[in-house]
């Protein structure tokens, strides 16, 4: 392979595909990606969650466009679109103050946890065990533990990281509200942050457990940050909070911001996003560094507000939904109509097949499920026409109509009789 000639593994991260279902994509239209051998798929994959709209939507090509012939980008404080999408997002995510972009997901989680120590002059952040929060050596904690480190201990996800950094990260089981409080109120004067993803991989928060997490913040100071690189206007166009009916302190967003440019903001209250104005000075006035070159630029936020038109049109999110709920229900017919000991999962528009019947609260829950079954069942529906990530979550796009739905039901019908 060429790129395993200039590239470490032959990949751009970490994923790299089996060898019998590699493919090089070329291009993608709607809900289907075509590779450079001519193979065409029903794309589930759709850039990590980022094209929330399917490939090259109409709305988000003519506002790339309009804005590539003005600028990409300019050396300033700010600029048109920028301004703009910061106000959509407040006019959305009615509980935010301030706003501030980044270029990444993992980029905005960093920031967010500065923000929170800057404000409460604390150093540890608590996370969850299985949650993934990007890629920055505060954020590799306890995604996927190979061993069942006794709380709040956490195993560090990549070599490289400063064992350090062991004393500043705290984990907690998700979804276990005894357990956290224990955790926290005996180490809540060096809490800064309880950073939370309001679904996990593929499981839901309970609202109990949120319920709990806000409590304990306003009892104790704490920032409660909301991960929603994922579920960011995919689940509600006003965040998390329009479903829990519980605001964060901070909240990070990205993947479908973006409309498949790179972007990604956080935002909050104004006493934590205060301390990112430089008016401030410095780090004695309490001033924290937070800024990207590229961030904000009006290319990326372009994008965006075609995104945001998009999905705020009457119905849009309604029938996204809805026909993600319906791919979802016609394979849990399929699994019980050929007697498969597995489940449908995926909280939203998040789809996957779990190869357990146990029920799936957490990380550890979740290593109930038979992963060589759902790499089988996954390489064979990507031979069968429908690509997914081997080991990963699929997400549905507002592309998805009945027509892929249809083909997708007969792709995994097919595969899963190759699951063995």
């Known amino acids: 392979m060429r790129a395993e000639g200039v590239l470490p593994g032959g990949v751009l991260g970490r994923h790299r595909y089996p060898r019998d279902v590699h493919h090089v994509p070329y291009s993608g ?6 590779d450079i051998e001519g193979r065409e798929y029903i794309d589930y994959s759709l850039g990590g969650g980022s094209l929330l709209l399917g490939y090259s ?27 703009e999408l910061a106000e959509r997002i407040k006019q959305l995510v009615s509980w935010i103050e301030l706003v501030r972009f980044a270029l990444s997901g993992s980029e905005a989680v960093m920031f967010a946890l500065r923000l929170a120590r800057a404000a409460t002059g604390r150093d540890k952040i608590l996370k969850f065990e299985g949650a993934y929060h990007g890629n920055t050596d505060y954020a590799l904690w306890s995604n996927q533990p190979r061993g069942q480190a006794a709380w709040p201990r956490g195993e560090p996800d990549s070599a490289g990281i400063p064992q350090a950094i062991a004393d500043l990260v705290l984990i907690a089981p998700y979804n276990d509200s005894a357990t956290t409080t224990q955790i926290v109120e005996r180490e809540w004067r060096d809490l800064a942050a309880i950073i939370v993803e309001p679904v996990q991989r593929f499981y839901a928060a309970r609202p109990e457990f949120i319920g709990t997490l806000r409590r304990l913040c306003d009892r104790f100071g704490i920032a409660l940050v909301y991960d929603e690189i994922v579920t960011g206007f995919r689940h509600a166009l ?3 909070a329009e479903l829990t009916g519980i605001a964060p302190d901070l909240s990070v967003f990205g993947k479908a911001l973006g409309g498949g440019l790179p972007l990604s903001a956080v ?10 104005d430089p008016h401030r000075g410095g780090p004695a006035d309490g001033y924290c560094y937070v800024t990207s070159s590229q961030a904000g630029n009006p290319l990326s936020c372009a994008a965006a507000l075609a995104l945001l038109d998009e999905i705020s049109q009457p119905t849009t999110l309604e029938v996204f939904h809805a026909r993600a709920e319906q791919l979802k229900a016609e394979i849990s017919k399929l699994l019980l109509r050929r007697g498969i000991a597995a489940q449908v999962v995926g909280a939203g528009p998040l789809w996957d097949v779990a190869f357990t019947q146990a029920p799936i609260t957490d990380y550890r829950t979740s290593l109930a499920a038979d992963a060589a079954k759902l790499g089988q069942f996954h390489r064979a529906l990507i031979a069968n026409g429908v690509m997914v990530r081997v080991g990963g979550r699929s ?18 019908d097919s595969a899963l009789r190759q699951v063995h």
Not at 29 to 34: D, E
Not at 61 to 81: E, G, K, L, W
Not at 267 to 276: K, V
């Open 267 to 276: 935002g909050g209250s104004r006493r934590f996003l205060s301390h990112a």
């Open 57 to 83: 939507h109409p709305r988000t090509v003519a506002a790339i466009t309009d804005q590539v012939q003005r600028a990409t980008q300019f050396v300033s404080i700010s600029n048109m679109p920028a301004i």
């Open 395 to 412: 997400y549905f796009s507002t592309s998805h109509r009945e027509l892929e739905i249809e083909q997708t039901l007969k792709a995994v």
């Open 238 to 240: 006003g965040g998390a």
């Open 29 to 34: 239209r709607g809900a289907r990606i075509y």
